[in-house]
């Protein structure tokens, strides 16, 4: 399995403003993933990352607001830009742990409040 | 459209009590299937997977899942449930996509143990 690590763990931010979330694993993945997961909701795919090509976004989601880079096979990050209080939620990454395994393992996941 | 059933929002057992959660899906083809645990304030961990084969799937700290393709259904058991078992369950499908797979998660059911 693949160990998937997230910085910040948690964070408080002022409206208007952006945070950068860090998402690294232990292993080389060719796919990773980020969620969000409001309160007391299930998880909801914001877009797939692909290492050398533009990330692929999920209906609801746009680049301007959640950009997402993936400079290499290990890393990726994810920026809530422009926060509004409607923000605070978890986000997680994921990455596949074996190519063809079809199996995704979850980081620890970002705490974010928007004030 | 793809989509998992979690009918059950809460449950609570008794400790030492067998349970059951349900799950049931929608997809046209043979689906991959998961069931996460999310413990509070943790990320998600993979408790089992069924991809094919043997229908009854052996998990980790004592779970298994059933898949029924008549009933289109993946409910998760476990003979005697421990206090440690309290968290929130997740019913996955994976959708394949490029080299890996899309995850779409249930809503969730929430676990309470009764002393």
């Known amino acids: 399995s693949a160990v998937i690590s997230q910085k910040p763990s948690r964070d408080i931010c002022q409206r208007g403003t952006s945070l950068t979330i860090q998402c690294q694993v232990d292993s080389q993945v060719t796919m990773m993933f980020w969620y969000r997961q409001q309160p007391g909701q299930s998880l909801t795919l914001i877009a797939t990352?692909?290492?050398?090509?533009?990330?692929?976004?999920e209906s609801g989601f746009v680049i301007d607001k959640f950009p997402i880079s993936r400079p290499n096979l290990t890393f990726s990050t994810l920026t809530v830009s422009n926060m509004s209080p409607e923000d605070s939620s978890i986000y997680l990454c994921s990455g596949e742990g074996q190519v063809g395994t079809e199996t995704q393992y979850f980081g620890p996941g970002t705490r974010l409040l928007v004030l | 459209a793809q989509s998992v059933t979690q009918p059950d929002i809460h449950i609570t057992v008794s400790e030492g009590a067998s349970l059951e959660l349900r799950c049931n899906y929608s997809?046209?083809?043979?689906?991959?299937l998961f069931w996460y645990v999310q413990s509070p304030g943790q990320g998600l961990q993979l408790l089992l997977k069924?991809?094919?084969?043997?229908?009854l799937v052996q998990g980790i700290k004592g779970f298994e899942a059933e898949f029924k393709r008549s009933q289109s259904s993946f409910n998760l058991r476990k003979p005697s449930v421990h206090w440690s078992d309290a968290a929130e369950y997740f019913c996955?499908?994976?959708?394949?996509?490029?080299?890996?797979?899309?995850?779409?998660f249930g809503s969730g059911t929430r676990l309470s143990i009764r002393p």
């Open positions: 069924y991809f094919s084969g043997d229908t």
């Open positions: 997809y046209g083809a043979t689906p991959y």
């Open positions: 990352a692909n290492q050398g090509s533009e990330a692929t976004y």
């Open positions: 996955a499908v994976g959708v394949p996509y490029s080299s890996a797979s899309k995850i779409i």
